[in-house]
């Protein structure tokens, strides 16, 4: 049978395991907590490229169609076309549109990349976080019970005393 002072002794150990435990909890909270308005951000950013994609190939589109209807006026005039200045600036204006797309595209593909990633270290984080929380309820329950043996070591010690 332990006495009053070997059980606050454990009282005391089992504080600080408690503390330590809510430490630990308190810093994956907010681990968890920097995440999500770092994946918030990044979603922002992507919804933003994505418009500028549709932008890009809207111009890319109306750019196409100018030149298409440029080669038709030429093969219904009867005069051979397709090569002159206005012809090959306007291809070279494609061309722009495209790779302009295709690179924001490529954007929006390593944001998505980055999204899931984030993601899955937030479920992660979070899971990790649960476990926490389960650890640092255990710890209080334990240091509760110690303290309820304290609290009857006290009373028959002071009662057989």
Same mark, same amino acid.
């Given at each position: 049978?332990?006495?009053?002072?070997?059980?606050?002794?454990?009282?005391?150990?089992?504080?600080?395991?408690?503390?330590? #435990?809510?430490?630990?909890?308190?810093?994956?909270?907010?681990?968890?907590?920097?995440?999500?308005?770092?994946?918030?951000?990044?979603?922002l950013q992507k919804e933003h490229l994505t418009r500028e994609v549709a932008t890009l190939k809207l111009r890319y589109?109306?750019?196409?169609?100018?030149?298409?209807?440029?080669?038709?006026?030429?093969?219904?005039?009867?005069?051979?076309?397709?090569?002159?200045?206005?012809?090959?600036?306007?291809?070279?204006?494609?061309?722009?549109?495209?790779?302009?797309? #295709?690179?924001?595209?490529?954007?929006?593909?390593?944001?998505?990349?980055?999204?899931?990633?984030?993601?899955?270290?937030?479920?992660? #984080?979070?899971?990790?976080?649960?476990?926490?929380?389960?650890?640092?309820?255990?710890?209080?329950?334990?240091?509760?019970?110690?303290?309820?043996?304290?609290?009857?070591?006290?009373?028959?010690?002071?009662?057989?005393q």
């Amino acid at each position: 049978m332990s006495t009053p002072q070997k059980q606050r002794e454990i009282v005391q150990k089992r504080q600080t395991k408690m503390h330590d #435990a809510q430490r630990k909890y308190d810093t994956q909270w907010n681990i968890v907590n920097i995440q999500v308005p770092e994946i918030r951000a990044l979603s922002l950013q992507k919804e933003h490229l994505t418009r500028e994609v549709a932008t890009l190939k809207l111009r890319y589109e109306v750019s196409l169609g100018t030149i298409q209807r440029h080669q038709q006026r030429l093969e219904e005039s009867g005069r051979p076309g397709g090569n002159g200045e206005f012809e090959k600036n306007a291809r070279k204006e494609l061309e722009k549109e495209k790779k302009k797309c #295709a690179h924001v595209e490529d954007k929006i593909k390593a944001i998505a990349k980055t999204i899931e990633k984030a993601q899955k270290n937030e479920r992660k #984080a979070r899971e990790k976080l649960d476990e926490l929380h389960n650890k640092l309820a255990e710890a209080k329950i334990q240091v509760k019970i110690e303290q309820g043996r304290l609290l009857q070591l006290a009373d028959r010690h002071r009662i057989g005393q």
